[in-house]
Each structure stands twice: as structure tokens, then as C-alpha cells.
């Protein structure tokens, strides 16, 4: 991640992104859960059940990387594209998955939660990176040093 690669160590945006990856792991972990039970109840071979949620919340974790990554324009936005898809498809899994096991209304909004703020913890970080980068690339910048311009004829008289 090349945005946060450029800010010193003690930034909010560091203490931000370690804080995203930590959201990020618990959130992937018990999506993790639910979307391989999910396919081993809903006819994949429980040898393969783990791959869905590995392909779903790959996406949204390899899309994310690619945001960061990306200058503006198509390619970034395309990245987002990937990153809301692969939630959306994480929150409707995990939806699911509490519907199939009984869960009620709440169980279904506890579900939700783990990609949702998966996703917000996210943006919040890359939106900090962006925003502290340019700030601390100014505050470090050093201005170049003024060559003085030396007449002729103070050269020759200095020799």
C-alpha cells in the first residue's frame, strides 16, 4: 500500500489502517464461518465449502489492496466496484446463512455486521491515508538551497 508506506510511523492514519486490519481479520474470520457452512448445507462437498467464503471475502480483500493502491481514475474505480460487489455478496451470504439456521430479523442484522463494517473500517483508513499523505509530504518537503548569483568581476577580484 503505497499510501501508507509514505507517512512516518505515529500518524492516525497508521493507528487507523492497524485497526482496519484487526476489524478486517475478526470480520473475515466469522464471515468465514458462516459462508463455508452455508455451501456444506447448501450442496458443496465439505472439502470445498471453504472456498466460498475464501473467493468472496478474497475479493473484497484483494479489491481493497487494489484501491489503496491505484491512482484515480477507471482502474481505482473499478477496484471500488470489486470491494462494494464483494461485500455485497458477503452481506447477502451471511444473510442467508442466518435465515437457514432459523435466525429471526436480528440474527440477520447481526450477520450483516462483519462485512459491513469490513467495509467501513476500510474506507475510513484509505480516506485518512489519503488525507494526512499530502500533508506530511509537505510538512517534510526542504526547500532547495538559493544559488547566489556571482559576478565576473567578483570572481576576478576575489582571485
Not at 456444506?40 to 468472496?56: E, F, K, R, T, Y
Not at 455478496?89 to 447481526?110: D, E, F, K, L, R
Not at 455486521?113 to 499523505?133: D, G, K, R
Not at 526542504?142 to 577580484?157: G, K, M, R, S, W
Amino acid at each position: 500500500m503505497r499510501i501508507l508506506s509514505r507517512l512516518p510511523d505515529a500518524t492516525p492514519a497508521r493507528g487507523t489502517a492497524v485497526g482496519a486490519v484487526g476489524v478486517t481479520a475478526l470480520a473475515s474470520w466469522m464471515s468465514f464461518t458462516a459462508l463455508s457452512d452455508l455451501a456444506a448445507h447448501n450442496g458443496i462437498a465439505d472439502h470445498q465449502s471453504a472456498a466460498l467464503p475464501l473467493i468472496v471475502d478474497g475479493l473484497t480483500i484483494v479489491s481493497t489492496i487494489a484501491a489503496a493502491a491505484l491512482s484515480r481514475g477507471w482502474p481505482r474505480a473499478y477496484a471500488w466496484i470489486l470491494l462494494v460487489l464483494g461485500t455485497a455478496v458477503s452481506v447477502a451470504g451471511n444473510s442467508a446463512h442466518a435465515v437457514t439456521n432459523g435466525g429471526g430479523p436480528i440474527a440477520v442484522a447481526i450477520s450483516v455486521i462483519p462485512p459491513l463494517v469490513q467495509l467501513a473500517s476500510i474506507h475510513l483508513a484509505i480516506t485518512l491515508a489519503n488525507e494526512e499523505a499530502p500533508r506530511i509530504a509537505m510538512a517534510s518537503a526542504t526547500p532547495e538551497p538559493v544559488a547566489e548569483e556571482i559576478e565576473e568581476e567578483e570572481l576576478l577580484a576575489a582571485a
